[in-house]
C-alpha cells in the first residue's frame, strides 16, 4: 500500500485544527536527501531525576505547532523558503529501559540525517538527548553550544547513573563533542542541594550567566556576549523549556520561578540569527504537568524561532541565503 | 519532495506515546483505489446550536486513538487482518461560513472514497455530518439505520436553519436517505422545549428507544430488536458520543445525564455484527470541554468496535471474510 | 432606575450559551404573591467539617442549569405550565461568620416565601442549611423527610458546633421539625470514626437504607417504600449531591465512592411523583473541586426533577393540577 | 408577572459568591432612556476561524466581574457615581448560522442604545461584532480607533467570507466607520502565512505598532502617540484579550506569545483618560480554553478600567463630569 | 535532634484537611517489631511501557487517603482495632534507572518487614514492583494470588525487557513465586497486539475472568469461585487501578473502557474476607492523569477495604481475632 | 508504639516524589528545645470574605516543596546549615466554627514556639492568622512590619466580623502588635468599594505602596525604604500570596490582576536579608482554584527564600552567624 495521494504536505492557510498534525504542519517525509531540515522527535524520558512525562512531549508540541504560521512579523523571513523542512517522525527506539541503548539509538537516527547533511531540530524528551544527539553532529570535532536553561546540566551522577537529564554537557565535555570554552549557560537558577555542577561548569570554562546576572545586563548585553564567544564556530543550541518562568512553562519536569519571559527567550533567539548552526533542540516539555496547552504552545513558538534561524544556514539545493 | 520513506505505517509495537498520531496508528493513505475502509476526519461544528469545539474532535480522537490495539479481547478479531484500512486524513473546507457549502465539500469527499468502494468511517465533528455523508453513502437508494444517541435529531429547524446539528435524520428522511421504518434510534433521553422532534420520529415510523426502555429490556432485547429491523439491508451506523453518560463523555456540546455506560455501548455495537455496512461515524466530541481526555478514548474505543464490525464486510481484496 | 424591560424571562428556545443565567432560565422575581414556586440560591458554606466550596454552589448550578429545558421526556409534563415559578435569587447575609445568625436570616428569607405560600426549592450551600430552611417550612409541625445521602448528618457535634453539616436532621428531630419515624435516609455509605450518627437515626425510627440494600432490593423497592413510609404527610426532599457517586459529582466536600448512579437518584425521584412537597433542596455543590462543570450539570437536572414532583402541588392560581 | 422586588442592583458590599452574576454587578435594565452606559454581552462566535468557543464569553466574564467593585485605586474614581451603567443582558439572536444576518441583528440592538444616547460596552464574542457595532455607533461619520490586538485585523477574506473576525477593520474602512488615519493598532504580533493585513494597515494609514516597538518605547510613548492621533476625534477603543500574552488570557482561540502584560494594558487604558469615547469592546475570550478562570477575571478587570473612561464622558442626566 | 513530641499518631477527628498526610492517617513509623502491618510506597515507574507518572502514586495516594475513616459501614469493623498499622514510608531507592537493581531494593526493604512479621500493604508505582515483593513474601514457597487488573501482565517481553509492568506474574511464575493453578485474574479486557498474555495464563492454569464474564456472572459469583480456588493458602492480593472503569480511575496508564465499578471492586474485596493474607498491593494510579483526585481517593478506598481484611489476619500482639 | 526509626529527615538527595512531605523536606519534629525555626501549618480559612480554599494550603504547600533543595544559587547560604529547622506540624483546632476561638489556640500554639525561643514560619490558611501570631511574637512590645500584599488589610469589619482576613493589621495596630509607623505594605492595588482601608493605614503612619509606585521606583528603591524604615527593630515579615500577579498565583481568593512578578518578589526578600526576624508568615495559597500546582510552588519557593533570611539571625546553638 502506498500513500501517494496524502496530503503530506498540509495547506498552511487550511484551518488550523484540521488534518494530522506533523511539526508545524510541515511536511512529512524521510526522504533526507531532499532535506535542508528534519525536525524530529524524541519521544524519550528515562532519564529524568524528578517529575514525569517528556515523553508525552513531541505529541503535544506537534499538536499546538499547528498555530504556528511561515511568514516572522518582525524579520518577514520566511523559513519554508529558505531551506526544505520536513517532519521526519519520531526516533524509532527498541531499548527504553536503557538509558546508554536508547542514546545509541539516537545517535544512529541523528547519523542518518547528518550523513545526508540535514541538520536535526530535534523536540525532547528529557535533556539527556542533547548528548547522543550531539555525538553525531559534533562527530568531527567539539562544537559551540548556546545552552539556555535553568540548570547546567553538568551534574555528575544521580542514582548510579552518568547518563541522567542534569549530566549532558558534563558527558559532552569530557567526550570532546563541545568547547566548554564555547560554552554559554543562559539562565540559571534555583537552589541545589550542592554547588557541583555551577562549579563544574564554571571550573571548565564555560560562560555561565545565572537569570539576575541576564535580568540586570539585559537581552541585548547577553546576545552580544553570546555571539562574541561563539563566532563562527559550529555551534549547537540547546533550549530546555524551564528556563522559560513556569507560567509560560508549567509543563516541565523541574519548575523554577523566577525565569525568562518568552520576550526576551524570543528576541534572544532572534538576535543569534545568522550564526553557524548545526543543529538544535527544544526539550523537557511534559504536557501531563502543563495547563491549557501552553508550553506546547511555547515550545512550538519558540522551536519556530529557532527554524527562522536555522533555515538561514545554507542549503544544499541552494534554496537558502 | 515525497516522503516515500516515512513511516507512515506506523508499528503497532512501538511505544504508544511515540510518532504522528494517525486514526488508531492506521496507515496515512489517500490511495482508495488499495482500500477497503477509509477513517476520515471531519473537523466541522458550524451547524450546533449549544456548547462548542466539535471542530476539535478530529484531532484528539487520533491522538487517543494511539492507545488502541489490533486483536479484540472478546472476537480475537483483528480488523486490519480482514481489510485494508487508512487513515484518510480530514475532509477539506474551503467555505466553513456557510454549512451549506461545508456539506456539500463533505459529499463530494465521501463520493470520491464510495466511488472506489472505499467505506467511509467518520469523525466529527458535529452530527449535521451524517447528512452529507447520507448523501453519497445513500446515493443509490435509502439505507437503513441504526442512531445511537440522546437525541433524536430529527428536530425541523433552529436559529433558521433547516442543517443544524439537530436536524440531519429529518432532512434524511425528507431525501429518501434513509428508510424511516428501518431506522432505530437508541438512547433517547433529556427534556426538550416541545415534543416536536420526538414525533417526528415517531410518526414516521422510526422505532425511538428512550433510555428507560434500554435499561429496562436489557442491551441484549436492544439487539435483537435492532438486527430484526435492520436485516440484510445496507445500513448505516451513527454514534454520537453523547448517547454516552457524560461521565464517559464529559466533552460534548449537549451532554443529558443518566445515559449509556460504555459496557452498554460496546455490547450493543459487538452484537451488531455482520451487518451489512455501507459506513459509520462517530460525532459530536468537543475536546475544549473534555476532561482528561476521557472523552477522547472513549471515542477511539467505539470507533475500534465499529471498525471490527465493518471490517468484516467483504472486501474488495478479498482479504475480508 | 426602573429594569422594566430586562429580558427577566429568558426565551427558553434561545442558545443557551446566552444571556444572564437564572436557575433554569426562570424569571427573576421576588413577587411572592405571585409565584408558586422559588428557587433560592443559598450560597454559604461556613459549617463544613471537610473541603471547602460549597459557598459557590449556586453560581455554578445556576449556570449549568442552563442547559435544561421544559418538557419531561418520560412524564411529558411541563413544570412552567403546571406552576409559577421563578429564580428568587440568594439569601443576602449579614453575618456569614456566625452560623447560627446566618441560620436565622436564612429561616427568615425562607419566612417570606412559605407566609405567601411559595415551596422554596434551595440550592446549597452545605447541608447545615436545611435545618433553617425546615425551621420556616415545619413551622407549623413536624414534617415527613426523604434524605438522599451518603451520610445521615444525625452526628451530635463537631469542633464545638452543633449546628455544622454533619448534623441538621439530629437538631430536625430534637426541635421536632421532622418526625423521625417519618423520615428515609437512602444511600448512606463511608466509613466512620464511630457509628454514632448511624445509631441515632436507627434509634429515634428513622428508616436508614444504606447502599448496599439500595443495590441489593433495587430502586423501585426503595419508592415503594418511601411512599409507604410517607404517605400524604407534608414532605420535604433533601439531596446532597453526595448521594451520588463521585464520577457523577465530584465536586463535593465529602465524596464517598460507591454511590447512586445519576439513572438511580432521577429514577428515585420520579418515583416520589404526587407526593404532598413542603419544599425541597439540593445540596453540598462545591464547584472548586468539580472537574468539567458535572457536578453542576447533574445537580441542575437533579433539581429540575424535583421542580417537576413539585409543580404538580397544587398552584394558589390554579395553574397546577 | 413581574420583578418588580428582585434585588437588580446587587449590593456591591454582598459577598461576591452571592447572587445571580451581572456584568460586574451592575442593576439588569433595558431602560435605556434612564441609562447612559450598556454593558452588553454579544455571544456570538460564527466568524472565528482557529479555536472554538468565544459565545461563552459573556458568561463566564460576567461571572468572574464580580470580583470588581467600584473605587479604582489610582484614580480614586468611582464609575458609579459618574455615570448610570446597567447590565443590559446580551443580544438577542434568530440566525446565528448566517453571519451577515447576525451582524444586522447586533446593529439593530446596538442601535436601540445609540438611539438613546447610550454608550455601549460591549462584551464578545469574537472579533467580528466590532464591525456591526460600528455600524451604528459610527452612523454618523467615521470615528478613530484605537485598536488593542495581536492582530491587525485588516485581513481580506478566509474560507469565502468577508466577514471573519479577522477583518471587521478592513471592512470598516471600507464602509467609511472608522478612519483609518486615526486609527492605532497596538500589539500586533506573530507569524503569518501572508503580510497582507498588516500591509493593508500600513498602506491605508493606520499606525501599526508590533509589539516589540511597545516595548521599547515603553507605555507612556505609545500613549502619548495614541492621544495625539486621536485627538478629540469620537473614538471608539477595542480590546482584543489576545494582545495580552497568553499567560494573562490563556482563554482565547488564536494565542500568540510574547504579549503584553496586564499591568502594560491597564496603564495604557489609564493614560486614555478624557478622550471622547462613543463605544468600547472587550472581544475574543474562550472560556472553553481559559485555566482558571484568569481570562475572565481579566477581561472583566481590563472592563472595569475601561469602564472608568467611558464614565467620564457627559452623562445624559448629568451625573457624570 | 529527636522528634519524640511530633503527632505521628495524627488525631482521627480532627479535620481531614489538616497535619501532614500519612497513609490513611496513620501513624509514621518503623519500628517493625511492634507493627502488625506496614503500608508502603513504591514511587516506581521506571517499568513502564505506555503513559508516565504512576511514580507520584504515594504521594497522591496519602493526601487522598485523610478522607477515610476507621469504622467500617458495612461490617462496623475497624482495622486499627485489630492490628498494630503503621505507614512505613516510601521505599528508598538508590538506582531508579536500572530496573533489576530497584527491583532489588524493593526486595529488601520488603523483607525486612517480612523477617519482622508485618505484612506489606503497598501502594505503587507500576505494577512490575508486584514482582519484587513476592519474592520477599512469598520466599518459603508459591503463594495463591488474587490478580485484579485489565491485564494480565503475563506478557514476555518489551523493549528487550523482562520485567517490564506488562510481565510481572509470568516472571513470577516462572521463579515459583505464585501457584499459577492458584491465581485467578479478574476483570481482564482491551484488545492487545498479540494474544500471547492471555495465552500463557490460561496455558499455565490460570483462571483468567474477562470483564465480560465477571458483568454475566456477578461479583457473588467470582467472590464464590476466588475463595474456591485459593482456599486456605497463602495469598497475595494485587490490584491494578486499571481494572476500574476509567471513569472512576481515569489516573492511570493504561486505561480501558468498560471495567469494573467501584461498587464491584469493593464488594469484590469484602467478600474476600477472611482469607490468609500475606500482602497486598495497590497500583498503578498516575496522578498527572488524574481528574479532581479521584483515581487517588479511589485507591485510598480500596487501600482502605483491602486493609480490613488484611486486619483480621492474626495479629502477633494478639490484638487481631 | 514509638516511630523511633522512621525517616522523618528525608534524604534531600532522594527523588523529589518519594517519601511523606514535610515542608521542605525537613525533619519533622516538635522538641522545640532544639529548634531555632518551625515550619508550621495553619490550615484555617473561617475568616475569608469572598472565594474559599485556603484551609487546604498547607497541605499542597507542603507537597510543592519537597521540590526545593538547600543552597541558594545566589547567596551560596544553606539555611539548614545555619539553624535548627524543623517541620513542627499544623496547628491542632477544636473550634473552627469560632473565628475567636481559634485565634486563641493560634495564639496559644505558637506561644509554645515563641516560649522556647524558635522563631515561626507560618503558612496559611487565610490572613487573619497574622493577627493571633503576632499576639504570641509581639508579646513583649510592637513590632516593626513588612507586609506584602494586594491588599492593606486595614479594613474595619465585614459581616458583622473584626477579625476577617481584611482587617489583622488594624487589628494588629489597635492592639499594640505593630508599630504602624514603622510597617510598610507593598504591592497594593485593586478597586474597592471604599478606600477606607487605604486612609486608615496612611492615617496611622503606616507606609503604602502601591503597586504603581514599586514599578515606577523599582524593587531597589523599595528594599532601601523598607530597610531605613525598619531599621534593627524586631520585624515580622507577612507575604500574601496575592501581591503577586495572579499568573503567578491564581490559586487564591482575592486575585487582582498586575501584581507582583517572582523575580520581583524574591528579589525583594533577598534584599531583606539581615534584619532582626521575629517571625513570619504565607498565606492565602487556596488549591482549589490552583492551576497546576503553579501557587503552591511559588509559596514554597517564597517560604524557602523567607527562611534563608530568618536562618541568619542568631542561633540558640550558636549555629547561625
Redesign the interface.
Known amino acids: 500500500?502506498?500513500?501517494?495521494?496524502?496530503?503530506?504536505?498540509p495547506?498552511?492557510?487550511?484551518?488550523?485544527?484540521?488534518?494530522?498534525?506533523?511539526f508545524l504542519r510541515a511536511?512529512?517525509?524521510?526522504?533526507?536527501e531532499?532535506?535542508d531540515i528534519g525536525i524530529v522527535?524524541i519521544?524519550y524520558?528515562?532519564?529524568l531525576?524528578?517529575?514525569?512525562?517528556?515523553?508525552?512531549g513531541?505529541?503535544e508540541v506537534?499538536?499546538a505547532s499547528s498555530?504556528?504560521?511561515?511568514?516572522?512579523?518582525?524579520t518577514?523571513a520566511n523559513p519554508y523558503a529558505n531551506a526544505?523542512i520536513?517532519?521526519?517522525?519520531?526516533v524509532?527506539?527498541?531499548?527504553?529501559?536503557?538509558?546508554e541503548?536508547t542514546h545509541a539509538e539516537i545517535t544512529a537516527f541523528i547519523k542518518q540525517m547528518t550523513d545526508a547533511n540535514v541538520m536535526p531540530l530535534s523536540v525532547g524528551g528529557d535533556h539527556s538527548i542533547s548528548l547522543p544527539i550531539l555525538r553525531s553532529v559534533a562527530a568531527s570535532g567539539p562544537v559551540a553550544l548556546i545552552h539556555i536553561d535553568a540548570h547546567t546540566d553538568t551534574w555528575d551522577q544521580?542514582?548510579?547513573?552518568k547518563?541522567?537529564h542534569g549530566s549532558p554537557f558534563r558527558r559532552a565535555t569530557e567526550e570532546g563533542l563541545i568547547d566548554p570554552t564555547k560554552t554559554i549557560q543562559i539562565g540559571?537558577?534555583?537552589?541545589?542541594?550542592?554547588?557541583e555542577g555551577?562549579e563544574y561548569s564554571e571550573k571548565h570554562g564555560m560562560r555561565v550567566m545565572?537569570?539576575?546576572e541576564v535580568?540586570k545586563v539585559g537581552i541585548q548585553e547577553v546576545i552580544k556576549e553570546a555571539r562574541a564567544l561563539v563566532g563562527d564556530m559550529p555551534v549547537y543550541l540547546t533550549f530546555d523549556i524551564d528556563s522559560l518562568?513556569?507560567?509560560?512553562a508549567?509543563?516541565t519536569g523541574?519548575?523554577?520561578?523566577?525565569g525568562l519571559t518568552?520576550?526576551e527567550a524570543?528576541?534572544l533567539i532572534r538576535g543569534l540569527r545568522g550564526l553557524n548552526y548545526v543543529g538544535a533542540d527544544v526539550v523537557e516539555v511534559?504536557p501531563?504537568?502543563?495547563?491549557?496547552?501552553?508550553t506546547s504552545?511555547?515550545a512550538a513558538?519558540i522551536m519556530?524561532e529557532i527554524l527562522c534561524n536555522m533555515s538561514e544556514v545554507g542549503s544544499k539545493s541552494g534554496k537558502a541565503g
Open positions: 500500500m502506498t500513500d501517494k495521494n496524502f496530503p503530506n504536505t495547506n498552511m492557510i487550511a484551518p488550523r485544527y484540521t488534518q494530522i498534525p506533523s511536511p512529512m517525509s524521510r526522504d533526507f531532499n532535506l522527535g519521544a524520558d528515562g532519564a531525576t524528578n517529575r514525569a512525562g517528556a515523553r508525552h513531541p505529541r506537534r499538536n498555530l504556528m504560521r511561515t511568514t516572522h512579523h518582525v518577514k526544505r520536513a517532519d521526519v517522525g519520531d524509532d527506539f527498541n531499548s527504553v529501559f536503557d538509558i541503548k544521580f542514582q548510579g547513573s547518563f541522567n540559571i537558577r534555583g537552589a541545589q542541594n550542592s554547588p555551577w545565572f537569570i539576575e535580568q518562568d513556569p507560567v509560560y508549567p509543563g523541574t519548575p523554577e520561578i523566577g518568552t520576550s524570543m528576541t511534559s501531563p504537568f502543563d495547563v491549557g496547552g501552553l504552545l511555547t513558538t519556530y
